[in-house]
């Protein structure tokens, strides 16, 4: 069965040092989510592909957070400087298309520890 | 915009018994509504799914019904079994966006 990719699984980073988490999705999906997830809580979406389009950023913090998915397949998030607060698990998902009543499915996720 | 509530937070049922948690939505647009299974540090996992064309939909012990008049939907488990303790979040999609509920975490008690 098709998953999809996500790495690395576990990251401790100290605080104002940059990280990249990536993600591969499943063959053929045009819609790619970036999600965070704090223990205790639902998931946040924080940004939203369609190939390689922006469809959704607006709860991204731009001033620390990027990312980008360039060929419309693989995609990079990236947190420069890290805060503490960012400690979470990062959760990357993909669909076959954009709209409603499509499948989406997760990654096994990355978690993120900031010291 | 879609606002989704979810009730209860938490639900502790005796093994063997059914559990109920129900979502209420805000947008009559919203045409597709997922339940999603988290258990403790993994990702989580669509366990059931409905579109607003079917009023209930099952799936063995899992079953969800929808209620588009009063905006709400629920997932039902019956015979509940220890390996059913988790995190179960809904969602509501009015159209490329998903909506989470907040989460109800599902207690099993032997």
């Known amino acids: 069965e098709a998953e999809v990719a996500q790495s690395p699984r576990y990251k401790i980073t100290e605080k104002s040092q940059a990280v990249a988490f990536w993600c591969d999705p499943i063959?053929?999906?045009?819609?790619l989510y970036w999600y965070r997830q704090i223990l205790g809580q639902g998931p946040e979406l924080l940004v939203q592909?369609?190939?390689?389009?922006?469809?959704?950023d607006s709860q991204l913090p731009k001033d620390r957070f990027s990312a980008e998915r360039l060929k419309g397949v693989d995609s990079t998030l990236k947190i420069q400087p890290a805060e503490l607060g960012d400690s979470a698990m990062y959760l990357c998902?993909?669909?076959?298309?954009?709209?409603?009543?499509?499948?989406?499915?997760f990654g096994e996720g990355s978690w993120l520890t900031v010291v | 915009g879609e606002n989704v509530e979810q009730h209860p937070s938490t639900l502790s049922v005796q093994e063997g018994d059914s559990a109920v948690i129900k979502c209420t939505y805000s947008?009559?647009?919203?045409?597709?509504f997922p339940w999603y299974k988290q258990e403790l540090g993994k990702r989580p996992q669509l366990i059931i799914d409905?579109?607003?064309n079917v009023g209930e939909k099952k799936d063995q012990r899992i079953a969800v019904t929808l209620n588009k008049t009063a905006k709400h939907f629920s997932l039902h488990i019956t015979e509940t079994q220890p390996e059913d303790s988790a995190v179960y979040f809904c969602?509501?999609?009015?159209?490329?966006?998903?909506?989470w509920g907040a989460g109800t975490k599902l207690i099993i008690k032997p």
């Open positions: 592909f369609q190939d390689e389009s922006v469809v959704d």
């Open positions: 409905i579109r607003s």
């Open positions: 947008d009559s647009a919203s045409n597709y």
């Open positions: 969602a509501a999609s009015p159209n490329y966006q998903l909506i």
């Open positions: 998902a993909s669909s076959s298309l954009l709209g409603s009543g499509n499948t989406i499915y």
């Open positions: 063959s053929g999906h045009a819609t």
